[in-house]
């Protein structure tokens, strides 16, 4: 089976150690996120400390559709991820584009 370019994507983020896991450790980043993912199977307070940490940081969310985020990390129980390198969250940026299981929530100012 091969991979999507999305799913490299994220083994280069947790291989570089440029990835954040969970709303928690989300919420208390102060600078150099780039990008802020969320699957739809969140929950409703945790999607929204998520959006607003997303709003504060000034970088871009996308939601994922349910429980695929997990998947794509080979995680099952991940929810929401933050990315700290800026090559890596636009170059998965330009690839949600072209995924239908990705979509833009809000653009960030970055």
Request: hydrophobic fraction near 40%; charge should be positive.
């Amino acid at each position: 089976m091969t991979k999507s370019k999305a799913e490299t994507y994220l083994g280069f983020c947790i291989r570089s150690r440029k990835l954040v896991f969970g709303t928690d450790e989300i919420t208390r980043q102060k600078k150099g996120v780039f990008l802020v993912l969320a699957d739809e199977a969140l929950g409703e307070s945790s999607f929204k400390d998520v959006k607003k940490a997303s709003e504060t940081l000034k970088c871009p969310l996308l939601l994922v559709e349910k429980d695929v985020l997990g998947a794509l990390l080979h995680r099952i129980g991940v929810k929401a991820i933050a990315i700290k390198d800026k090559n890596l969250a636009e170059a998965l940026l330009k690839e949600a584009e072209n995924e239908p299981q990705f979509k833009l929530y809000s653009g960030g100012n970055n």
